[in-house]
């Protein structure tokens, strides 16, 4: 790997970067690898075949997830700026775009806190096994103290407590900037999480009854195959994990050097994702396969996923496993992990967009990011009606929030700015892999149409079905209000104007950094 990301120009120097590629690639791991691999993953292989389900979902890998990513990559990459930055100086009318971007992930941020502190939480319970015989019970009743949708909110210590600590930790590596703060945070956790999950791996495969959990989860069922929900399914996995299309990887693309290998860092990162499913699919099924037996069940009654495996399924495993008390700080010890450096790179969106926009300092945009953020999360989501709002704005921001921004990005920059031969051109002159037609083709209108096939699919059933039966209010607030208001309030911003310093062409940008004349290339109207 080179190490050609050194800060080496004025713009790198007042915006930060990371120190080489290597810390680039375990940062972007570090976004990409995160709850959702642990607790997602094995659930929707299960369901989509099995062992089958990795057909379609290598096909998803190779047609939407890397194409995707290397656009991310390119835009991030030759623009050199935040999403809303990089759009602009892709066109000035499409920065609205990139503040769409932003938006979701402030969303996702405020949310996502909160799972990490509740996994801190456990990590310590898991010592004493604080559930006692009914883990449902205590994490729903005792922990969380949940109450009537909508009805209770009383703040509740015990969550309180945990993600105010996440939220200072996050505001001290944010603000030590990305090569101090990010990047370090990244080359220190991703090799611990490794290692930490190997070994949740290892111990799940020797308890009694992994091989049942296992042969559940690889025994194919071609017939699966031919239901389109599991190759939607399989899209949407891919798209999900993987950290595209909402900001994070043009973000962290726009802090390496010109002449970074961007194509074969997308190979290094998208199979590394891939990997540590296929690890956590090994380790979550291992350990079910031992409840079933302990249980005298069927492995498919055990299984679960999200919040229910990972804070109800898993302490009943912990309780009757050999070591259970390792099992579960190692289990929870990587939720903790993997939530971080994904927190961290959700957050960084927001704050590199601020410092673009308005020229403020690390420390300044660090504080008015996260101050707001960090109350807002605290007052919502550490209260007795916590969870229940963290359901449905997970749920509506993903589908119609991610996907949305996604598909739109997608055919504006391929059909309406007729960008990607240009991006093509870009990532070619320092790749290992070469893109031409074939990525274009996969960008402009495959990954298009497989991404669009999951969001029509999600906004039939919601609308047939109110998401899990809640209250009207509380999906047109948290769910549906949240989604059009990342929306809106993207394109308000985008009518903000730059500072006249700020460069907002490629040309101008170069010119600045003294690379090329003004003028050698095509200028975009301001």
Known sequence: MTSSSAPDTGTEARRGAFSSRTVFILAAIGSAVGLGNIWRFPYVAYEGGGGAFILPYLVALLTAGLPF????????????????????????????????????????????????????????????????????????????????????????????????????????????????????????????????????????????GASVGLEALFAPNWAALADPGVWGAAYGQIFFSLSIGFGIMITYASYVGRDTDMTGSALVVGFSNSGFELLAGIGVFSALGFMAQASGVAVGEVVASGVGLAFVAFPAIISEAPAGAVLGVLFFGSLVLAGITSLISVVEVVISAVRDKFELSRGVATSVVVVPTSVISLLMFSTSSGLYVLDIADHFINRFGILLVAVVSMLVLTWALRLLPTLADHLNRVGSVRLGVGWRALVGVVAPIALGYVLVDALLTDLRQPYEDYPAWMLGTFGWGAAVAVLVLGFVLSALPWRRETPLTVAALDAEEGLRPPGAEEEVTR
């Open 69 to 208: 990513l290397l656009l991310d990559y390119a835009m991030g990459h030759r623009h050199r700026g935040s999403a809303p930055l990089s759009f602009a100086r892709a066109r000035r009318a499409a920065e609205g775009l990139g503040w769409w971007q932003v938006g979701i992930c402030f969303v996702i941020a405020v949310y996502y806190a909160a799972v990490i502190a509740w996994a801190l939480r456990y990590t310590g319970f898991s010592v004493t096994q604080a559930w006692g015989e009914d883990p449902e019970g205590f994490f729903f009743t005792d922990f969380l103290q949940l109450g009537d949708p909508g009805v209770d909110m009383v703040f509740v210590p015990g969550v309180l407590i945990p993600m105010l600590a996440v939220w200072l930790g996050l505001a001290v590596v944010m603000a030590l900037g990305v090569q101090r703060g990010v990047g370090k945070v990244a080359l220190i956790f991703m090799p611990v999480l490794l290692l930490v999950f190997l070994a949740l791996v290892v111990q799940a495969v020797l308890l009694p």
